[in-house]
């Protein structure tokens, strides 16, 4: 499968470009190392900082190369638990949503790659300032939060910046990829690799309740939006122009357009929130996914959707490549 | 450049499978005539219904072949517009924005190519109940009218839809396609070929005024947002669902979040919007490109655009498949 040998495979020293997205609570250990040993880079979700919980993550991913994912401006809030992290020996760090620069030298120090996930062109220029290794460029397509640019157009522009400015740094598109069509675009949109969150969050490994799951294969692409609505349920002080997106459903239907009657009433409706997601109704909780959630149709070992990614995307270049005059 | 021949371009019998977006105002019969001259299919804007303006359009386009869309709640209006236009022969008729049933039966009476342009699943399955001959998945980075769905998700989920329910209709992307790469990641994600607006929006063909124009090149993707605003200026009752992307300026900054504000005041600001947009005044009304503005760096005649675009992805589908070991 050398057609899809790139700069990040070779650097990383993985045999397919891609990466899983650190999902919060959906990604975890062994979810982390499948992808690894499936020929990617894993990324265990350090979500809103609990070190006991990551600490066991770790365990299971069982040795396995791995690296981590971290909500910037959540770990502001309890740096120790990159310290601690740090000592499991990542091979990758991301960082996502707020200002990388309290966080680089100590992840540099370590030895493992600073991939910078951005949302916007001035994201992509912090991103630069920091050196980073690695920017993923996130397009609002994709599950969890994010912002407002779409990635076939990020993924480009941040390709030509970056050429322009660090022509050494990687590029992964995010957002929407969820099969070999979708990795094979990214690479003509001028991507090193990708970072596949939705696509893993239906996979047997991540650590999602199975309703949740279920409800991914009742929707279509058309069954999501882009809300603040958990955020608020759940008291999480996400920084402006951040929004979560979501599954549409009972919790998104009563919520949505009605966010300050919802943090009035958060003392209620927190724990109510809290409760369904723990016991994986899907209704009254948010569930996580993106708009790649029409290109999904099974619960499939990690192993089987990354290697399907890649027999199709060589398949589609190939294709593509050899066509003959109609 | 067989490497580009599609479906799209048998059936159509053109050399390269680009189609210029028929934008309202902008998509004027030189530009039309000039992306076909230059081997795609350019579409006339038959925008809100002005039939002087479309007969003048089909006589600048100079007996090229052209096509010509329409937006289909505004044709509801005045239907002769089509029963006019289809004596012009167009190749084409593309309807968007509505109910197509209408239309479709003296659309193909007049032995024009159907192509109904979709931002939703639910549009894609109303497009084959009128067996269209094409379907364009339009993406929410498009400039002007549409809705939320992102290309990069939307164009993989209706090919699979088409392939299960009527293989015989042909896929074209629209939204945030300006350059080869991005007609490359369309093919990649099973489209028979790409419609053009922005990118083409920014020609020497198109119908805008030079400071609008000049407000492309310095702007970067993230510089546009969707909204309602210039509807509501100018009193278009668009239906619910769809929104304009346009320039984020002083115009947007000062009405958008004021929507019912701006509905109250209209008997001025209206004929202000209009002024502003007669005057060419980049800054007081709506300044209608999308977010591919960050990949575009010239305002250059068509042909030129439509080469590169077809020289850029032909390189980057061969450099790919063709990629060895690393």
Redesign the interface.
Known sequence: M??????L??ILNIRYPIISAPMAFAGGGALAAAVSRAGGLGLIGGGYGDSSWLGEQFDAADGERVGVGFITWSLRRSPSLLTDVLKQHPAAVMLSFGDPRPFVDEIRAAGALLVCQCQ???HVEDALDVRADVVVAQ???AGGHGAL??????V??A??FIAAHSPATLLLAA?????G??L???????ADGVLVGTRLWASKEALVKERHQASILAS???GTLRTRVPDIARQLPWPAGFTARIRRNAFTDRWQGREEELARSVAIEGPRYQRAFAEGDPDGTAVWF???A??IHAIEPAAAIVGRMVSE?TL???R???????
């Open positions: 050398a057609i899809l040998s790139t700069r495979t070779r916007n062109m001035e397009g609002a397509e640019r779409g990635t076939l157009t990020f480009p522009e390709a030509d957002g929407g990829i969820a099969d069509r979708g094979a675009a990214a690479l003509m949109l001028g279509n692409g058309d993106g708009e790649a029409g290109l995307a589609q270049l190939q593509h490549a050899g066509r003959t005059p109609g």
